[in-house]
């Protein structure tokens, strides 16, 4: 693992080249496989009947968007079981957590596929438990293929947000004070994907500790 850390606030750190080129790729190949499996990403319909522009697959505990809470199995979609995380995911999580100088022991990860015009709402990670959040437990990030901008901003929907490019390989991690800020992506960069990856778009995977 390289590259450098900016820390954007307490807490909040964006690691910059971190994963190198060819692990990028086996960590792509494998989320295609997840994502194509026998449990398959889906565009999720959240809350107020909305559809998220991203295609999603959570492995340890699914995230059920019309209830805004994990649980065991796709109660709001397939009602499929949820797929364990790969042990080697789990190990980049605490890797990534730990060059931030902090602790992971993930059991949610979510698979975000974007396509062109993929896009996230400003929004907090506040569905874990309520020992978890008050822990400050990070939210660990990884992005894989065309570049975001990320939106980063306070502990209010108000606050002033920072935008910022992720960029495939880079992690970013938000934790302790900086667990419950407002975070989105407001477009995709499309065409800037490293060419060697195959992708179209770009992939984000995202780890939590639901549990303490
Ligand atoms: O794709 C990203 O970088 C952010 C994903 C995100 O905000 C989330 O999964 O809650």
């Known amino acids: 693992m390289t590259g450098t850390a900016v820390e954007l606030c307490p807490g909040a750190f964006h690691l910059r080249g971190f994963l190198p080129i060819e692990t990028q790729q086996a960590v792509f190949r494998h989320c295609v496989a997840l994502m194509d499996g026998p449990v398959p990403a889906y565009v999720p319909i959240v809350r107020g009947g909305g559809r998220m522009h991203v295609r999603m697959l959570c492995l340890g505990r699914h995230w059920n968007g019309k209830l805004y809470r994990y649980e065991p199995s796709r109660t709001d979609f397939d009602g499929l079981a949820v797929p364990p995380i790969p042990?080697?995911?789990?190990?980049?999580?605490?890797?990534?957590?730990?060059?931030?100088?902090?602790?992971?022991?993930?059991?949610?990860?979510?698979?975000?596929?974007?396509?062109a015009d993929g896009r996230m709402g400003l929004h907090q990670d506040k569905d874990e438990s309520p020992a978890s959040l008050a822990a400050g437990l990070p939210v660990v990030s990884l992005s894989l293929g065309d570049t975001a901008r990320f939106l980063f901003g306070g502990v209010r929907r108000r606050d002033p947000v920072e935008s910022l490019g992720l960029e495939s390989g880079d992690a970013f991690v938000f934790g302790g004070p900086a667990r419950l800020r407002y975070h989105g992506v407001s477009r995709i960069l499309p065409g800037t994907a490293p060419a060697v990856l195959g992708i179209q778009g770009r992939l984000n995977l995202t780890f939590r500790q639901y549990d303490t």
Do not use: Q, T
């Open 87 to 115: 042990d080697d995911f789990r190990a980049l999580a605490r890797k990534m957590a730990a060059a931030a100088g902090m602790a992971l022991e993930p059991d949610v990860c979510i698979l975000n596929h974007y396509g």
